[in-house]
């Protein structure tokens, strides 16, 4: 009997370890967790990536904060995302003016990605000034730093029809 009570009493000294060190058994992998680290400031490969399965799901909302805090971090993946949740309003309003301002980040930061969407957006006056020149520099730097559309764009003549959809048209329109 006394090796049982020798047990219990180290199995209640353990819960006094675990709260006075925190939690025993987290949880790691699940999106809670993912959006708890982001929002701890934990900006990490992992967190950064677990944004991407979240918005594809359709809970933009854990996206959204997860690609905010990895971008705030300087993860100029997590800047084209958060373009990417801007223009199409996932998790907060449609808000393309915010989108080209990610996108100009990235593409700040020497993202090739977020150079090639800056560019489209300054081609199209969307989000930004129009200034075509500027836009088919950067779609020109991005397609130097290998990015394929960027140069299928090139191929075209800089035709943004080659890359969206026709139907996205209504999308790109001048609002005045």
């Not at 959006?35 to 359709?58: F, I």
């Not at 808000?95 to 150079?115: C, I, L, S, T, Y």
Request: charged fraction near 25%.
């Amino acid at each position: 009997m006394r090796p049982v009570l020798m047990c219990l009493a180290l199995l209640a000294a353990s819960g006094a370890v675990a709260d006075e060190y925190g939690t025993t058994n987290p949880e790691e992998l699940t999106w809670q967790s993912m959006r708890d680290r982001a929002e701890r400031g934990e900006t990490d490969m992992m967190v950064c990536a677990s944004g991407y399965l979240m918005t594809k799901s359709g809970d933009h909302a854990t996206a959204r904060a997860i690609f905010e805090a990895c971008a705030e971090a300087g993860y100029t993946a997590a800047m084209t995302w958060m373009g990417y949740m801007e223009q199409n309003g996932f998790g907060g309003p449609f808000d393309p003016d915010a989108a080209a301002r990610w996108d100009r980040r990235a593409a700040e930061a020497g993202d090739p990605v977020g150079k090639f969407n800056y560019g489209i957006g300054l081609m199209r006056g969307f989000g930004t000034a129009q200034d075509e020149a500027a836009g088919r520099a950067l779609v020109d730097e991005a397609a130097r730093d290998g990015l394929e559309i960027a140069r299928r764009l090139q191929g075209a003549g800089y035709d943004l029809d080659e890359i969206t959809p026709d139907a996205d048209n209504w999308r790109y329109a001048p609002m005045f």
